[in-house]
Every structure is written in structure tokens, then in C-alpha cells.
């Protein structure tokens, strides 16, 4: 695949990496927000969120080979809604919004939600 091939795809590596640069202009957690680790012990998944006045983005990452399940509980954090907002991920489908309790990742997948109070 060349550059006028991935730039006419919108599913292309490189407009995936647009997307996700993109959201760090223009959503103020994950330019400035604070960050918090929500499963530091998981070697397969990075998960945490960005903290940001009243408002939060959750980051969620498969770095393993094997589809996994992210489980986590919000309510520690503050955060009573259990849905998302999808701003990008890699999941061919996906609900809109997506349920907090716990999310399913295909390998080497990745899911970034807009949380709000």
C-alpha cells in the first residue's frame, strides 16, 4: 500500500493515527489531563484514565496476542455513568456508547471513551 492508497482508505493506518492526533488538539483530558493507572498488576492490558475537571478519557489497550477483557470499576474514580462516549479505537464494530464495567478487546486492539460525570 502507498501514501494515495492509505490517504483514500479511511481506515488506513495513517488516517487512524490522524484521528488519534487529532484528539489530542482538541480534547482537553487527554492534552492536559491528569493521569490515573487503573490496572497497574495486567501485563496484557494498559488501561487508565485522563482526568480532567469534571470530565475524564478512558484509554484502553490489548498489548497481547490473545483477545482479553478489561474489567474495571469507575465508582472509585468518581465516575458514576457506566458508558463512553467512542472518540477512537480499532474495533471493527462497536456499540455506541460502550458499557464502563467491562470492555472486550480483539489482540492488539485499543479503545479511547469520553467519560462524564
Same mark, same amino acid.
Given at each position: !500500500?502507498?501514501?494515495?492508497?492509505?490517504?483514500?482508505?479511511?481506515?488506513?493506518?495513517?488516517?487512524?493515527?490522524?484521528?488519534?492526533?487529532?484528539?489530542?488538539?482538541?480534547?482537553? %483530558?487527554? +492534552?492536559?489531563?491528569?493521569?490515573?493507572?487503573?490496572?497497574?498488576?495486567?501485563?496484557?492490558?494498559?488501561?487508565?484514565?485522563? @482526568?480532567?475537571?469534571? &470530565?475524564? %478519557?478512558?484509554? $484502553?489497550?490489548? !498489548? /497481547?496476542?490473545?483477545?482479553?477483557?478489561?474489567?474495571?470499576?469507575?465508582? @472509585?474514580? &468518581?465516575? /458514576?455513568?457506566?458508558?463512553?462516549?467512542?472518540?477512537?479505537?480499532?474495533?471493527? +464494530?462497536?456499540?455506541?456508547?460502550?458499557?464502563?464495567?467491562? $470492555? /472486550?478487546?480483539?489482540?492488539?486492539?485499543?479503545?479511547?471513551?469520553?467519560? @462524564?460525570?
Amino acid at each position: !500500500m502507498n501514501l494515495a492508497d492509505e490517504l483514500k482508505d479511511p481506515d488506513s493506518i495513517l488516517n487512524f493515527y490522524k484521528r488519534v492526533l487529532a484528539l489530542l488538539h482538541n480534547e482537553p %483530558a487527554l +492534552a492536559e489531563g491528569d493521569y490515573v493507572a487503573l490496572n497497574e498488576s495486567d501485563p496484557n492490558i494498559l488501561l487508565y484514565l485522563r @482526568r480532567y475537571k469534571d &470530565g475524564a %478519557a478512558i484509554v $484502553v489497550l490489548n !498489548m /497481547s496476542g490473545k483477545k482479553q477483557i478489561a474489567s474495571f470499576d469507575l465508582g @472509585r474514580q &468518581g465516575f /458514576s455513568n457506566l458508558s463512553a462516549e467512542t472518540l477512537v479505537t480499532t474495533f471493527k +464494530a462497536h456499540p455506541q456508547p460502550v458499557s464502563l464495567s467491562s $470492555v /472486550s478487546l480483539e489482540l492488539f486492539s485499543l479503545y479511547i471513551g469520553k467519560i @462524564r460525570k
